[in-house]
């Protein structure tokens, strides 16, 4: 169990890194065909080609990320569910100075033959203090 929650935490870092890399083909490779999010702006059923197309035509871009107290639950033997805080800095494209944002997420995989999947993410802000 401890080196699939260790796999696991790698796989959702390699995807974060993904995206501030901007290295497409390797965040698909990570995703299952199709996939879920929720976020922000709403709710999102997409597979690969329209992954893509979210990717590289969206506003804003990741340029950096910090994972934080990730918890790992395995319901099954093929299904992992990971949990964690981020602190994430994103700005419009085009711009140098990006926003700092805390979130809340969670990650579903799932594991096909010897691969793990990401099958849905969601993404809340966090609350921010009074």
Known sequence: MKDTT??????ERKFWQSLVDKDFATAEGLLANPALMVSTHGCTTFDHASYRQMATSGSMTLQSFVLGDMNVLMPT?????????????????GEEIGEEQQMHDTST???????????????????KPH
């Open 6 to 11: 260790q796999t696991l935490q790698q796989l």
């Open 109 to 127: 995989w799932i594991r096909r033959g010897e691969a793990w999947k990401c099958v849905a993410h969601t993404e809340t802000p966090a609350e």
């Open 77 to 93: 033997d093929s299904t992992a569910i990971l949990t964690y805080d981020v602190k994430q800095v994103v700005a419009r494209n």
